[in-house]
């Protein structure tokens, strides 16, 4: 495995290298250090609220006060393992205060918690490269269904847990070759990602192809498990951190370990927003690769938007509505004014940028002047996405377009 993700590093000629790059840079230009922390900020404020949420519904479904308090007391310890005991007090302490869960108290719940469906919304958008609709009292009703959702989900992981052991004693039952761990490892592992998949699904301000929902639901379960897995280690760091922050060390713990749970999450939906756009993250490349027209992944671009031109093909007409982008590959494209030649296209360079900015009509033509030529169309609407998804696109198509305008003074 480790072998063919530094074959995969090494190798920039395929669109896994890019969208792998993707994520990355995603990350970083996404500041994925303070966005995890907003995240982080906004679940802690919003835990206390949410768990009152939880228990007065599993109390009311199950009849069963102890029993709801014990499946949150295993959810709360994930997230907080420092202070869950604590934190777990004084929820029990506002339940028992409470004599009658009413109307009111219940919409102020629901409301506590929005901050954080509203980050986690917001969050989303910004991967993702999408504008912000909607009113803010639509945006607000989908917050609330966004808590309802959460708490589906903490219902789904506590039942999960509850007959998790059950079902794995039956599989090996049947598969005695399997061993107990690897059998419980299998099961949380395919419904974590089921559960992840559906709430990335339900927060995701687009439409997602459902394979791409499932591997960044796979990712995010991954990554839980390996904490999981050194969370003893993790929890060994308490010792030297205490010197430092006192009796605050528990706190300063069950922080970070929600900003490394919380994380998990974005980095899923990296990986999301980069699979949803390949196509647009290989079409980047004609602007960041220099001489891309002899890259190995022109090829996949030629499938994909490329055309091959006889001469004299005209391309475009002046006045034509036309505001694509042109990207010569190989061969040369005269533009044109009046039947006079402006200037030549030349492999590896683009034209029509102008029209597009504009949103005008040309006012210029185009026409094959080689023996042949090898273009890449790409639609405006695209161009737009990458210019304003990508601050280093637009600055090299701005500095281009300048040289240009500069020949002409």
């Known amino acids: 495995m480790l072998q063919k993700i530094l074959v995969l590093l090494r190798d920039k000629r395929g669109a896994k290298y890019f969208i792998l790059k993707e994520i990355l840079d995603g990350c970083k230009r996404h500041n994925f250090i303070a966005l995890n922390a907003s995240i982080a900020f906004f679940t802690l404020l919003a835990i206390v609220p ?13 009849a069963n006060s102890n029993f709801a308090l014990s499946q949150i007391e295993i959810v709360t310890s994930r997230l907080l393992p420092q202070i869950s005991d ?3 007090t004084e929820v029990v302490n506002i339940a028992t205060q409470q004599l009658s869960w009413g109307l009111v108290l219940f919409g102020s719940l629901f409301l506590a918690t929005t901050p954080l469906t509203q980050a986690l919304r917001l969050s989303f958008i910004q991967i993702l490269g999408l504008d912000k609709k909607n009113t803010y009292f639509k945006n607000k009703l989908k917050d609330i269904f966004a808590v309802v959702a959460i708490m589906c989900f903490f219902f789904a992981d506590i039942f999960i847990d509850l007959y998790l052991q059950k079902t794995t004693l039956i599989a090996n039952e049947y598969l005695p070759i399997f061993q107990y761990s690897i059998v419980t490892f299998l099961l949380s592992l395919s419904l974590m990602t089921l559960i992840m998949s559906v709430f990335f699904k339900f927060f995701m301000p687009t439409k997602i192809k459902k394979m791409h929902l499932m591997l960044g639901g796979l990712i995010t379960s991954l990554l839980w498990f390996a904490l999981n897995d050194v969370f003893g280690f993790f929890i060994g760091l308490s010792q030297p951190i205490g010197q430092f922050y006192g009796g605050l060390r528990s ?22 927003a980069a699979l949803h756009k390949q196509d647009l993250l290989v079409l980047k490349q004609l602007f960041l690769i220099k001489n891309i027209h002899r890259h190995p992944i022109i090829n996949r671009l030629m499938l994909m938007y490329g055309k ?4 004299n093909k005209v391309i475009y007409n002046e006045g034509s509505q ?20 402006i200037f030549t296209v030349n492999p590896g360079e683009y034209f029509g940028e102008h029209a597009l900015l504009q949103k005008t009509a040309r006012s210029m033509s185009a026409r094959v002047c080689s023996d042949w030529a090898r273009l890449i169309r790409i639609n405006d609407t695209k161009v737009r996405a990458m210019l304003a998804e990508d601050p ?8 281009n377009m300048a040289e240009k305008l500069q020949k002409f003074l």
């Not at 949410?50 to 599993?58: A, G, K, V």
């Not at 919380?262 to 990296?270: R, S, V």
């Not at 036309?322 to 030649?341: H, M, S």
């Open 322 to 341: 036309d505001n694509d982008l042109y990207f010569v590959i190989e061969g040369e494209v005269a533009i044109k004014r009046n039947e006079k030649i």
């Open 251 to 272: 706190v300063f713990i069950s922080l970070i370990w929600l900003y490394l749970n919380t994380g998990a999450i974005l980095i899923g939906a990296e990986f999301i």
């Open 50 to 62: 949410l768990i009152l949420l939880i228990l007065f519904t599993l109390s009311q479904w199950l």
């Open 392 to 399: 280093k696109i637009a600055e090299i198509f701005m500095f």
């Open 308 to 311: 091959k031109y006889k001469k």
């Open 86 to 88: 604590q934190l777990l």
